[in-house]
């Protein structure tokens, strides 16, 4: 089955700088990436997704690129800001199949 | 639509007891995801629904667990007997057909209940 891998578990970068989190996954089959924050004692929740006839894609601040070759994707945040301080989760997925999550990297952005 | 609605929010037991969680998911919506949260396993898919019928249970930890969808609008997640180990975050999640508003395949999650087992 999939294996989504997801570095660095811990990520502190001062305010305004960027932050790059980096994913790996398995199965060749996967075609949908999402991206979901979550912060402190809440739910999580979808804030970019990918799928895999594009390679990039980018929503105000944050963009994901996808390596499909290599089996890598990332999220990208630029001008980091302390509300971006949150747990994020990558996911790899098949359609209408479950979607399988990373372990996690919580973000701290530092004043 | 109010979103995905679990219940209890949070759960303090003793070690032996039966605990049941509920969830709701959004109307329309035919998938249903459970999934428990720790900080040691991260957010792990326990068992999912398509269409009220078990599709993956493979993530269901033991015998102890065990899931319902009777209709389209409930879903219970019980463990018999409750252990200390169990205490988690238990998260619902639903996500509606094919590509629908734009957003192919997002799950939208509850709340959560904190389960505590004492």
């Known amino acids: 089955g999939e294996n989504v891998e997801q570095h660095p578990s811990t990520l502190s970068v001062q305010e305004g700088d960027s932050a790059v989190i980096k994913c790996t996954y398995s199965?060749?089959?996967?075609?949908?990436f999402p991206w979901y924050k979550q912060e402190l004692g809440k739910r999580p929740q979808l804030i970019i997704d990918?799928?895999?006839?594009?390679g990039e894609k980018k929503d105000q601040r944050i963009a994901v690129t996808l390596n499909k070759t290599a089996k890598h994707f990332s999220l990208h945040i630029t001008e980091t800001q302390p509300e971006d301080s949150a747990v994020y989760f990558c996911?790899?997925?098949?359609?209408?199949?479950?979607?399988?999550f990373g372990k996690g990297t919580r973000l701290h952005i530092l004043p | 639509d109010a979103g995905v609605i679990q219940s209890p929010r949070h759960e303090v037991t003793e070690m032996g007891q039966e605990v049941t969680l509920r969830c709701k998911p959004i109307?329309?919506?035919?998938?249903l995801f459970w999934y428990r949260q720790t900080m040691m396993r991260g957010l792990e898919l326990l068992i999912y629904?398509?269409?009220?019928?078990?599709?993956?249970d493979s993530g269901m930890p033991e015998d102890r667990f065990s899931a319902k969808m009777p209709n389209a609008s409930f879903s219970t997640l019980k463990i018999q007997p409750s252990e200390p180990r169990d205490s988690a975050v238990y998260f619902c999640?639903?996500?509606?057909?094919?590509?629908?508003?734009?957003?192919?395949?997002?799950?939208?999650f509850g709340p959560g209940t904190r389960l505590t087992v004492l």
């Open positions: 999640a639903s996500k509606g057909p094919g590509l629908a508003g734009g957003r192919y395949n997002e799950q939208f």
């Open positions: 199965d060749s089959a996967s075609n949908y």
């Open positions: 990918i799928r895999s006839n594009v």
């Open positions: 996911a790899a997925s098949k359609r209408d199949d479950k979607i399988i």
């Open positions: 109307s329309g919506h035919d998938y």
């Open positions: 629904f398509n269409n009220n019928v078990p599709i993956d």
